[in-house]
């Protein structure tokens, strides 16, 4: 797989620059983009609907205070305060993704359905569209990707064994992946990292 951005959305990837990748996930907002592009054309989704999904999920973030922000990463941080985070980082990037699309002059007929997968990209329980899905099996191949791996694991607590095994527990748990074959990619870059990391 290539990280590549097509031509036809880079108006909106420039006009979200400055609201990406606020938790110190340099990258984030590029390798996600590119796995949704990956994703959307193999499972046959709707690219002008997912690509600009994955360039607008997270830049809610900007609106998030540090501390919440990286609260995140820690393993000691409780759920509650996670999940509080977590809904604001997604309502704030509703009110900021109609902003750019509409700036950009993004087909109008498409964004309510791209704001509805950022709404609840985090927090929802299962899957209403295979457009969704590809969005959001492209942030969590994030986690797998030996880039954004790394990232994580340098944002986080415990030690490089305790993420593995974590990434490797959420592989085939409920509603975590919308697709086999991200299922299986996930596999793939785990195994690498396992090979590469792992005594
Ligand atoms: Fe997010
Ligand atoms: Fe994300």
Not at 19 to 46: I, L, M, S
Not at 180 to 187: E, H, K, P, V
Request: with cysteine.
């Amino acid at each position: 797989m290539r990280y590549e951005i097509d031509a036809h959305y880079l108006p909106l990837w420039e006009a979200a620059q400055s609201y990406q990748d606020k938790r110190n996930d340099k990258g984030h907002a590029f390798v996600v983009t590119a796995y949704a592009r990956f994703v959307a054309a193999r499972e046959n989704c709707d690219a002008a609907v997912v690509i600009p999904a994955a360039i607008l999920h997270d830049i809610g973030w900007s609106a998030v205070s540090l501390e919440d922000r990286m609260s995140i990463f820690r393993f000691d941080t409780p759920k509650e305060q996670k999940m509080k985070a977590r809904a604001l980082h997604q309502e704030q990037g509703v009110l900021l993704a109609k902003e750019l699309l509409e700036k950009v002059q993004y087909d109008t007929a498409l964004i309510p359905e791209i704001l509805e997968i950022i709404s609840q990209h985090d927090t929802r329980k299962g899957f209403i569209s295979n457009n969704e899905g590809a969005m959001r099996d492209a942030d969590k191949l994030w986690r797998y990707d030996e880039y954004g791996f790394m990232s994580d694991y340098l944002n986080g607590t415990g030690a490089i064994a305790d993420h593995i095994e974590d990434q490797e527990r959420h592989i085939d748990s409920e509603h975590f992946f919308c697709f086999d074959s991200s299922r299986q990619l996930a596999r793939e870059l785990l195994a690498k990292l396992k090979a590469k990391y792992l005594p």
